[in-house]
Antibody, heavy 123, light 107 residues
């Protein structure tokens, strides 16, 4: 079955960096676009970034553009989110999520989610 | 960006009730809308996509309708497991955006 497991979260000071990872199993990782979605404590869901299955396309939310970078290593079934210049408002649970369009770049929803990892930005 | 607005923000209901949650988009999104259920401390779970298509394994008491700018999620007969927060999400264009959520509480 599809499994997505995030790691790399924790407490970090404002202005510092952190890299999140998401390891995928149970499906052909290299065939699916992948997303990061976050949720601040007690708040709603907020889309962060997407990377196409072949790494040719990446999009970001305006709130993280220029600070966050999404990448993937298809040989390792891993998705990454490099987060630089972190701010208090980046404090959230970060989820990786799969786009169900196999080898496509079309509008899609999220059919599988990881359990989430907490990132706390605080001095 | 496309803004998504859900109503109500909170809904109190009893087991067996029929409930409806509304989601409005700030511009037409055709049928590019999904609904998710989220329970405390858990990841969201996909319920419906393309406005009205039920995800595999989701009980048939859940249904979705609408197109353009107005959409609804209906639960025909509430079960104890359905008390959760529900989100709509548009995937017509980036940045993908979510509604603010509707918390379904036990009356």
């Amino acid at each position: 079955q599809v499994q997505l497991v995030e790691s790399g979260g924790g407490v970090v000071q404002p202005g510092r960096s952190l890299r999140l990872s998401c390891v995928a199993s149970g499906f052909t990782f290299s065939s699916y676009a992948m997303h990061w979605v976050r949720q601040a404590p007690g708040k709603g869901l907020d889309w962060v970034a997407v990377i196409s299955y072949d790494v040719s396309k990446k999009y970001y939310a305006d709130s993280v553009k220029g600070r966050f970078t999404v990448s993937r290593d298809n040989s390792k079934n891993k998705l990454y989110l490099q987060m630089n210049s972190l701010r208090g408002e980046d404090t959230a649970v970060y989820y990786c999520a799969r786009d169900p369009g196999e080898r496509q770049w079309e509008p899609y929803y999220f059919d599988h989610w990881g359990q989430g990892i907490l990132v706390t930005v605080s001095s | 960006d496309i803004q998504m607005t859900q109503s109500p923000s909170t809904l109190s209901a009893s087991v067996g009730d029929r409930v409806t949650i509304t989601c409005r988009a700030s511009q037409s999104i055709s049928s590019w809308l999904a609904w998710y259920q989220q329970k405390p401390g858990k990841a969201p779970k996909l319920l419906i996509y393309k406005a009205s298509t039920l995800e595999s394994g989701v009980p048939s008491r859940f249904s979705g309708s609408g197109s353009g700018t107005e959409f609804t999620l209906t639960i025909s007969s509430l079960q104890p497991d359905d008390f959760a927060t529900y989100y709509c999400q548009q995937y017509k264009s980036y940045p993908y955006t979510f509604g603010q959520g509707t918390k379904l509480e036990i009356k």
